[in-house]
C-alpha cells in the first residue's frame, strides 16, 4: 500500500509540472483567439469585448490560477472559439482514444510477445530473420502512413472496413468495424517493439547459468522455456510495454487524423489550429494523466511481478 | 515450440475474426448527402460568428436572408424570405415585405411557428450588437422597425447604393435570419444548436466528428429531395479521398492544387467541381519599411514579375490571374484589358507587364544596381508557400533577394498584423469592392498604425506614395463611392482608387485561387456551380443523389 502511494505522490508533482508548461507555452504562441475568433470585420469593441468574455484582459497569473482552480474541480471551462464546455466534448473524444490505445496495446501484446518468443528460439533461423525484418519495418514506419496504406489495402481495396470516422460507440457491431484498423495500424507498430524486446530479452536468459543447470537437469525442454526463460525474460518486457505504450499514445494522435476518429488526438489538433487556448489546455492535461497513469500503472504491474521492487530492493 | 507458433496463428486469427464477424458494413442511408471538410472540428454554428468554411456549410443549410445570392451564382440578388423590396428615392428607407407562411423548424420540443417581421427586426437588431455579432460594424447606423406583421423598414443615417445594401440583408454572415424565441428560449446553446429557416432542420452535433441536419418538409421552396445531410470534419486529405472512393462520402473539399485535381479527374465515378468567386491573392509592399518606402523599388518589383508563372506554379485549373485589388467578378473590378486600355488613355503603366530589364534600371536608379535583401515572414499553408516561392524565385532573377522564413499560419497573421514583413502576401474574399478597398486601402485600416486597424499592410494613405513629399491618399475615393447611389458612377470610382494605388505600385495582384470539390457522378447540385460565399457547395431543396 505505501508503494502505491508513494508512486501516487511522485505523479501528481509531474502532472503539475505539465500542464503549468503547457499552460505557459501556449500563451507565449503569438496570435489573438478573439481576433481570430470574430475575423477581419470585428470592430475594436467587439474584439475587446470578447477578450474580456474569455478572460484574456487579465494578467497571466490570474488566469493561470482561475485554471488551475478549474483543473481541481474537474472543470476544464469552455472553449475560448465557440463557447462550448470542454469537459463535454472531451466525454465525447476519450472514449474513442482510449479504446484505440488499450486495443492497440492489446493487439501489440498478443502478436509481439509470441512472435519474439518465436523468434528467438529459432535464432539465426529463417523465421528469426523474418521476424527482425518485420520488427525493422515496423519500427521505421510513421503510424500515420501505415495507416493510410492499411485504409488503401483493407478499405478500398477489399472493401473489408469503413474508411470514415470511429462508428457509434453504443453499437458493437459499427465500432469495433471502425476500430480494427486504426488499433491495428498501431498494433502492428507495438508488435514490433514487443518483439524486438522479448526476443532480445529471451536470448539473454537463454544464456544464464540457472537456465543451462535447469537443462543439465535433464528437463524438457518445453518446461525449462516456460518455467524459467520466459517468467524471467518476460519482466522486463513488462516495464517497456508501458513505455512503449506512451510512445503509442503519441502516435494514436495521427492515427485518430487519418482515420478521421473522433478522439482526444483530433481534439488537439483542431484546438491547436485555431488557437483555442482553454480546450488545448484541457487536452494537453488528458494527455498528460495518460501518461502519468500509464506509468504508474506499469510501476504498479512491475511491483506485482517483481516483489523484490515493492520491497525497494 | 510448435505450441507457441500455433499459439500466434490462433490469436492472430481469433482477433481478425472477432472484429470481421461482428463487424458490419456501414452503409449510408441512400438519400443522405455526406460532405466531408478540411476541418478538425466546426467553431461555431451561430450565424453571426460564423466565419470560416466549416461553419458556414451548416449554417448555410438552416438559414435564410431577406434576399439572397442566387444559388450557384454570386452575381445577382433574387427574393429570400422578403417576397419583394423597394427603397426610398433619397436611398435611406428600405422596406422589405416579408412572404407569409414561413415556417421556423421546431426546436426542444416546440413545434416552431411562422417567422414575422418581429424575428427579422429582432435578428438584425443583434447583427449590429458587437457582443452579439462579429458583423455589428457593417450595420452601424442603421434603425429596424417591423411596421406589421410581414413588413419590415430599415433605415439608414446614409444613403448606400443597392450593391452596398443588399449583401447586409443578404443569406450570408450577419444577413442570416435568427428567429426571436428559438434564440431566447435556447439562449448560449444556439451556438451549438441553431434553429432557423431553411430547408434543412439540425438534428444532431457529435464533437469533431459531424453535424446531422434533415429534411424541412415545411420549407417554403418546397420539402429537398434529400432525406437530410452529414457535414463531416476530416482534416486528413488522404482519409478524405479514400472515403468518396468507399462511397462512404458523396462529397469532399479539396486544397487548391493542380495535382489533386487530376488525382481527382482521374477516379472512377468522381467529378471535379472548381468554382469562384475564389480568394485574391496580393502582394502589399509596405512603404514604412525601406527600400519598398522608394516607388522606384516598388515598380521595379513589379516589373520583375510574371503572373502567369505564379499561375502555372499552383495549376491552371485551380488559379487564374488577377490584376487588381478587386477581382473583376465584383463591381469596380478591372480586367487586365481595362488596366491597358486606361494605362494608354492616362499615359501610365498601371498593369506592370514583366520588364525585368526595366526592373533593374529602376534598382539602378533607386541606388540598389546589385539588387538588395529583404526578410519575409509566410505561412507554411501551401495556399500561400506555394505562390510566394515562385515570387520570390522571379524576384531573384533581378537581384531581389527575399529571405522566407516559415512561420505557422497564426504566427504569420500576427506578424503581418505587428508590421513586421517588407512584403506581405494575402489570401482572401471580401463581399463588395468596399470592403476591399476599406480593409486595404483605407489609411484608417492601417497595421498598428491605423485609427482601426484592419489589412492596410501597405499603409496607403498614410505615407507618401510617390515620393512628392506629400502623403497619399484614396480614401476620398472609398468614401465618395460609399455614398454614391449610381452603380455605374460607383463603379467608376472604385476603379479609380484602385488605379491610383496601381500607378503608386503599393500592391501587386497575383492570382485568384479558386475552390475545390469532387463529388460522386450520383451528386447532383440542382443548379449550376459557378461561384457562392459559404466557399463551399451550396446544398439546397434541388440537390440529388441518385445511387
Known amino acids: 500500500m505505501g508503494y502505491i502511494i508513494r508512486r501516487i505522490l511522485i505523479a501528481i508533482p509531474t502532472l503539475f509540472i505539465v500542464v503549468t508548461i503547457a499552460f505557459v507555452m501556449i500563451r507565449v504562441a503569438p496570435g489573438d483567439p478573439a481576433e481570430a475568433r470574430l475575423g477581419d470585420y470585428a470592430t475594436k469593441e467587439a474584439v475587446e469585448a470578447l477578450q474580456e468574455e474569455m478572460g484574456l484582459n487579465v494578467p497571466i497569473w490570474l488566469q493561470y490560477l482561475r485554471f488551475l482552480k478549474g483543473l481541481l474541480q474537474g472543470n476544464f471551462g469552455r472553449s475560448i472559439l465557440n463557447g462550448k464546455p470542454i469537459s463535454n466534448d472531451l466525454k465525447t473524444a476519450i472514449p474513442y482514444s482510449l479504446e484505440l490505445m488499450f486495443t492497440g496495446i492489446v493487439f501489440g501484446v498478443l502478436l509481439g510477445i509470441p512472435l519474439g518468443i518465436y523468434t528467438a528460439l529459432r535464432r539465426n533461423a529463417l523465421p528469426d530473420y523474418m521476424g527482425r525484418a518485420f520488427s525493422l519495418i515496423g519500427l521505421s514506419f510513421p503510424s500515420f502512413y501505415l495507416g493510410i496504406l492499411l485504409l488503401l489495402v483493407f478499405a478500398i481495396k477489399l472493401h473489408l472496413f469503413p474508411v470514415v470516422g470511429g462508428g457509434d460507440l453504443h453499437n458493437l457491431g459499427d465500432n469495433l468495424s471502425h476500430l480494427f484498423l486504426p488499433a491495428f495500424t498501431l498494433g502492428l507498430i507495438m508488435t514490433a517493439y514487443i518483439t524486438r524486446v522479448t526476443r532480445s530479452s529471451i536470448l539473454e536468459v537463454l544464456n544464464e547459468d540457472y537456465v543451462r543447470t535447469a537443462r543439465s537437469k535433464g528437463l524438457r525442454e518445453r518446461i525449462v522455456i516456460y518455467k524459467h526463460v520466459l517468467k524471467n525474460a518476460l519482466l522486463p518486457v513488462t516495464s517497456l510495454v508501458g513505455v512503449y505504450s506512451i510512445v503509442l499514445i503519441g502516435g494514436s494522435i495521427m492515427v485518430e487524423i487519418v482515420f478521421s476518429r473522433p478522439g482526444v488526438g483530433k481534439m488537439m489538433i483542431g484546438a491547436m489550429k485555431q488557437r483555442d487556448y482553454t480546450t488545448l489546455q484541457a487536452v494537453v492535461a488528458v494527455y498528460a494523466s495518460f501518461v502519468v497513469i500509464l506509468n504508474l500503472l506499469t510501476d504498479l504491474i512491475y511491483g506485482v511481478i517483481d516483489p523484490r521492487i515493492k520491497r525497494g530492493r | ?547
Open chain 2, 1 to 547: 515450440m510448435l505450441r507457441v507458433s500455433k499459439l500466434t496463428l490462433f490469436v492472430g486469427i481469433l482477433v481478425v475474426m472477432m472484429f470481421g464477424l461482428i463487424a458490419q458494413p456501414v452503409l449510408g442511408k441512400d438519400q443522405v448527402l455526406k460532405i466531408a471538410l478540411d476541418a478538425a472540428d466546426l467553431n461555431v454554428i451561430h450565424p453571426h460568428f460564423a466565419n470560416n468554411t466549416q461553419d458556414r456549410a451548416v449554417v448555410h443549410l438552416i438559414f435564410n436572408g431577406l434576399v439572397r445570392y442566387k444559388t450557384g451564382d454570386i452575381s445577382e440578388f433574387e427574393p429570400d424570405l422578403a417576397k419583394s423590396w423597394e427603397v426610398s428615392k433619397d436611398g435611406t428607407v428600405w422596406t422589405f415585405h416579408l412572404r407569409h407562411g414561413v415556417m421556423v423548424h421546431p426546436w426542444n420540443g416546440h413545434p416552431g411557428y411562422e417567422l414575422t417581421s418581429e424575428d427579422v427586426v429582432y435578428s438584425l437588431r443583434g447583427s449590429a450588437d458587437p457582443a452579439q455579432s462579429a458583423w455589428s460594424g457593417e450595420y452601424a447606423g442603421m434603425t429596424f422597425k417591423a411596421v406589421d406583421r410581414y413588413t419590415v423598414k430599415i433605415t439608414l443615417e446614409k444613403p448606400v447604393s443597392p450593391s452596398l445594401f443588399l449583401p447586409k440583408v443578404a443569406d450570408y454572415a450577419g444577413g442570416l435570419i435568427t428567429p426571436k424565441k428559438a434564440a431566447e428560449d435556447l439562449g448560449e446553446d444556439f451556438r451549438i444548436h441553431p434553429v432557423g429557416t431553411g430547408p434543412f432542420i439540425f438534428k444532431k452535433y457529435t464533437p469533431m466528428s459531424k453535424v446531422v441536419v434533415v429534411r424541412n418538409e415545411k420549407y417554403f421552396r418546397g420539402a429537398p429531395k434529400l432525406a437530410g445531410v452529414e457535414v463531416l470534419y476530416m482534416p486528413d486529405m488522404s482519409s478524405r479521398k479514400f472515403g468518396l472512393q468507399s462511397k462512404e462520402l458523396d462529397v469532399i473539399e479539396g486544397p487548391p492544387s493542380q495535382p489533386w485535381v487530376e488525382e481527382m479527374k482521374a477516379l472512377p465515378g468522381v467529378k471535379v467541381d472548381v468554382f469562384g468567386p475564389g480568394e485574391g491573392a496580393v502582394l502589399h509592399f509596405n512603404m514604412t519599411k525601406k527600400p519598398f518606402d522608394d516607388i522606384r523599388v516598388r515598380r521595379a518589383t513589379c516589373y520583375a514579375l510574371t503572373r502567369d508563372e505564379v499561375v502555372t506554379t499552383i495549376g491552371k485549373d485551380v488559379a487564374d490571374p488577377m490584376y487588381s485589388m478587386v477581382p473583376p467578378v465584383l463591381a469596380g473590378g478591372l480586367t487586365r484589358e481595362e488596366l491597358v486600355e486606361r494605362g494608354q488613355q492616362d499615359g501610365k503603366d498601371y498593369l506592370y507587364a514583366t520588364d525585368r530589364k526595366k526592373a533593374k534600371e529602376l534598382l539602378a536608379k533607386a541606388g540598389f544596381p546589385d539588387g538588395f535583401s529583404t526578410d519575409i515572414y509566410m505561412s507554411e499553408r501551401g495556399e500561400y508557400l506555394l505562390p510566394i516561392q515562385n515570387v520570390v524565385a522571379q524576384l531573384g532573377r533581378c537581384g531581389i533577394d527575399v529571405k522566407l522564413h516559415i512561420v505557422d499560419h497564426a504566427t504569420y497573421h500576427h506578424n503581418m498584423r505587428a508590421d513586421m514583413n517588407s512584403i506581405d502576401l494575402y489570401n482572401c474574399w471580401r463581399p463588395t469592392a468596399d470592403v476591399f478597398l476599406t480593409h486595404f486601402y483605407l489609411s484608417d485600416s492601417g497595421v498598428v498604425t491605423g485609427e482601426s486597424p484592419v489589412t492596410n499592410f501597405s499603409h496607403i494613405g498614410q505615407v507618401d506614395a510617390n515620393g512628392d513629399g506629400t502623403i497619399d491618399s484614396v480614401d476620398d475615393l472609398i468614401k465618395a463611392a460609399r455614398k454614391e447611389l449610381d452603380a455605374a458612377k460607383q463603379a467608376e470610382l472604385w476603379k479609380e482608387a484602385q488605379l491610383k494605388a496601381q500607378d503608386w505600385a503599393v500592391s501587386y495582384a497575383t492570382h485568384i485561387k479558386k475552390f475545390t470539390f469532387a463529388r460522386r457522378d450520383y451528386v447532383d447540385w440542382g443548379y449550376e456551380l459557378r461561384s457562392t460565399l459559404i466557399l463551399s457547395p451550396q446544398i439546397n431543396e434541388l440537390t440529388t443523389i441518385s445511387k
